[in-house]
């Protein structure tokens, strides 16, 4: 019951703000931060007594019966309400439990209007996004998608910038596109295979010839890419990230992007394990082009949040390069680059939103010489560039370094390309970096600036503490996740040797030098 419980507390939590009056404020916020808080407890709870040896299994699986679909399968197709926590699973379920108390507490800042709607669309995705890491079904995993998604349209829309229409209008038509394919895909499932549960699914998709499972990667893919986005489907992000709120982008960057990479490791990859190895050389390269390009796209950028988020582009192609490597170290870096992107991004964001709030302008033009004003800023920024350049010691170079020590057992190629885009990412935040707080501050506006506060220190010292401990200690969070990543490279790896044997590809190698 744990799992039901950690999944729908937010749930019940936003029922309960919807049942208080409009001008409590104060009192919806509190509901919400003590909501998200119970489920961070909860979340950490799980995690640290995951894979422990001798512990209870129970509280990481839920099952129960759903609805059965009507006759005219491929069998009596019962639906379940499933829910599973693996080491694939883990560490997203963790990291959303985590930073959506510190999302809540951002909003203290910059969310001043219609406060109680906002708190319960918040919550609402909270369940959504829960779910949607939880669920082995997958026609569950489908009503959590869209129901993680539904909120991200209204917090863009009511709460977003000046042209957060037309970035809320572009969001919702990739999405719909990505949705529609997922759903075609997993209704010719059930035609075909006449069951929804993944466990069964991973077991007689994976015994499928090669083209059948193809059909299915390419819907699931394309419904992924967009979501992470891989390119060319980016287009919306950078929209999306430039209107969202602060809490908005926070939550988009550190949760809802890894949906799509979350999606193609546990659907594309572990079920359809022949499709993967056909399409690994096109996932590569779409992924080492990505750094690259959203490398020199974030470098064009004039506005703060839109370097950032065209940041993310870059930062997720190493996910996509390193999972389509197809080697243990490639599979190991990607998971933990996802949680890497999180924190580094989240935090990138959390801190272009305070110094949005005192000098409501987010254009590098306008800054210069803000360290001497605002130090303790200055430090945290400093800092966090670090961690997402890929600082040795901090969470940044682990995930990078096993995503290329991975990818170039497979295509030193693809490789050698992302590892230019490690060049890239580190000259534009650094350029960012003098232009914004090094120099004279000559410009009036910014010499009356007020540094952040203690509040905004304190939401901030768990991803800076988070950072720190997955850069000296990365063990700690691997060695729970690796056992289940080694069962999806061994399906691989089964895959690879029966289509080298007949004649296809040869093999990727399966040594690695991973630690």
């Not at 906002?118 to 997958?138: C, P, Y």
């Not at 719909?176 to 759903?183: C, E, K, T, Y």
């Not at 075609?184 to 010839?209: H, K, V, Y």
């Amino acid at each position: 019951m744990e799992l039901v419980l950690l999944t729908f507390l937010p749930l019940l939590g936003a029922l309960v703000v919807l049942c208080t009056p409009r001008a409590a404020e104060g009192l919806q916020r509190g509901i919400a931060l003590a909501t998200t808080l119970a489920v961070a407890v909860l979340g950490v709870k799980l995690f640290l007594g995951y894979g422990v040896p001798g512990a209870d299994a129970t509280p990481y699986s839920f099952s129960v019966p759903w609805f059965k679909l009507p006759s005219g399968y491929a069998a009596p197709t019962q639906v379940h309400f499933s829910l599973a926590m693996d080491g694939i699973s883990l560490l997203m379920v963790t990291l959303t439990a985590v930073l959506m108390p510190i999302v809540i507490l951002s909003t203290w800042g910059h969310v001043e209007k219609r406060v109680k709607e906002f708190m319960v669309w918040m919550l609402v995705m909270q369940t959504g996004m829960l779910g949607t890491f939880l669920a082995v079904d997958l026609v569950l995993f489908y009503f959590f998608w869209e129901v993680s998604l539904i909120p991200l349209y209204f917090l863009v829309g009511i709460w977003g910038g000046e042209q957060r229409l037309y970035a809320t209008v572009k969001f919702f038509l990739y999405t719909l596109a990505g949705s529609l394919l997922m759903m075609i895909a997993i209704i010719a499932i059930l035609f075909d295979r006449g069951t929804s549960d993944l466990g069964e699914l991973i077991t007689q998709l994976g015994s499928q010839p090669l083209e059948q499972q193809l059909w299915y990667f390419v819907a699931f893919a394309l419904a992924f890419g967009i979501k992470v986005p891989i390119l060319p489907f980016h287009t919306w992000l950078p929209d999306a990230h430039t209107q969202a709120p602060t809490s908005g982008s926070v939550v988009l960057a550190g949760v809802l992007l890894k949906m799509g990479t979350y999606g193609l490791l546990r659907f594309c990859i572990q079920m359809l394990p022949d499709a993967a190895v056909a399409a690994a050389p096109w996932m590569m390269a779409l992924g080492a082009i990505g750094i690259l390009y959203g490398a020199l796209l974030a470098w064009a950028q004039t506005d703060l949040k839109r370097l950032i988020a065209c940041s993310s582009v870059s930062h997720l192609g190493y996910v996509v390069l390193g999972l389509f490597a197809l080697t243990p170290a490639g599979l190991s870096g990607g998971m933990l680059q996802m949680v890497n992107h999180g924190i580094s991004t989240g935090l990138l964001f959390l801190l272009v939103g305070m110094i949005y709030e005192r000098r409501h302008s987010r254009a590098l033009d306008a800054f210069g010489g803000v360290a001497t004003v605002m130090p303790v800023f200055a430090l945290f920024w400093v800092f966090t560039v670090l961690s997402s350049a890929g600082l040795p010691g901090l969470n940044g170079f682990v995930g990078e370094y096993l995503i290329l020590l991975g990818s170039f057992q497979s295509s030193p190629l693809w490789s050698v390309i992302g590892l230019t885009g490690v060049i890239f990412g580190a000259v534009y935040l650094l350029m960012a970096t003098r232009k914004m707080l090094f120099g004279a501050c000559t410009n009036p506006e910014n010499q009356h600036l007020t540094d952040i506060n203690a509040r905004e220190i304190g939401l901030m010292i768990p991803l800076v503490v988070l950072a720190v401990w997955l850069g000296v200690r990365p063990n700690d969070f691997m060695g729970k996740v690796e056992p289940d990543l080694a069962k999806v490279h061994r399906r691989v790896a089964e895959a690879q040797q029966s289509t080298a044997a007949l004649g296809d590809v040869t093999p990727v190698s399966e040594g690695v030098a991973a630690r």
